[in-house]
T-cell receptor, first 115, second 114 residues
Framework: AQTVTQSQPEMSVQEAETVTLSCTYD???????LFWYKQPPSRQMILVIR??????QNATENRFSVNFQKAAKSFSLKISDSQLGDAAMYFC????????????FGQGTRLTINP | DGGITQSPKYLFRKEGQNVTLSCEQN?????MYWYRQDPGQGLRLIYY???????QKGDIAEGYSVSREKKESFPLTVTSAQKNPTAFYLC?????????????FGPGTRLTVL
């Protein structure tokens, strides 16, 4: 069974600084997707960034980028120029490409932004 | 406006009662999902449906039931057999026919057992 592990329950960063959130996963599949979702205090789940496993290039979305290490099964999220609005729970998630594409989530990392 | 709606936002249940959480989407998505979120844990899959009139159990289906009579609707019933139902419940949908593979989430329902 696939598993996703986030080893940092909480992280904090100064506003305008850079922070990296860690995620590791376990799978025997060769093709899959990885995601980072953000859950602010409103509890609405928002997709931050997505990575297809067959793509070697790391995904980037504005201030958000990932470091995808397929052999190490590692998928970290880097947030540059942190803003107060980035404060939220961040969840790493995995899904296979075929079938129902169910998401398997990590336990989450609570990110605090210090002004 | 396209999206997913869940109702009610807050729900209180007495022990022994069944309650039904509503989930509706107007995105014309094929697949719908129900997740449960507990403090300190990630989301766990309860049930999912890839097509009308068909659904499968997820990782924690015991004490729950669903139906998928219409493409846009996927209600979740929390039965009295669910021993610890107090949690935050999230519904999601996705379009399986594309390569995007993104799940869109509703705003959630907070269920509390009194």
């Amino acid at each position: 069974a696939q598993t996703v592990t986030q080893s940092q329950p909480e992280m904090s960063v100064q506003e305008a600084e850079t922070v990296t959130l860690s995620c590791t996963y376990d799978t025997s599949e060769s093709d899959y997707y990885l995601f980072w979702y953000k859950q602010p205090p409103s509890r609405q789940m928002i997709l931050v960034i997505r990575q297809e496993a067959y793509k070697q290039q790391n995904a980037t979305e504005n201030r958000f980028s990932v470091n995808f290490q397929k052999a190490a099964k590692s998928f970290s999220l880097k947030i540059s120029d942190s803003q107060l609005g980035d404060a939220a729970m961040y969840f790493c998630a995995y899904s296979i490409i075929q079938g129902a594409q169910k998401l398997v989530f990590g336990q989450g990392t609570r990110l605090t932004i210090n002004p | 406006d396209g999206g997913i709606t869940q109702s009610p936002k807050y729900l209180f249940r007495k022990e022994g009662q069944n309650v039904t959480l509503s989930c509706e989407q107007n995105l014309n998505h094929d697949a719908m999902y129900w997740y449960r979120q507990d403090p300190g844990q990630g989301l766990r899959l309860i049930y999912y449906s890839q097509i009308v009139n068909d659904f499968q159990k997820g990782d924690i289906a015991e004490g729950y039931s669903v139906s998928r009579e219409k493409k846009e609707s996927f209600p979740l019933t929390v039965t009295s057999a669910q021993k610890n139902p107090t949690a935050f419940y999230l519904c999601a949908s996705s379009n399986l026919g594309t390569a995007v593979n993104e799940q869109f989430f509703g705003p959630g329902t907070r269920l509390t057992v009194l």
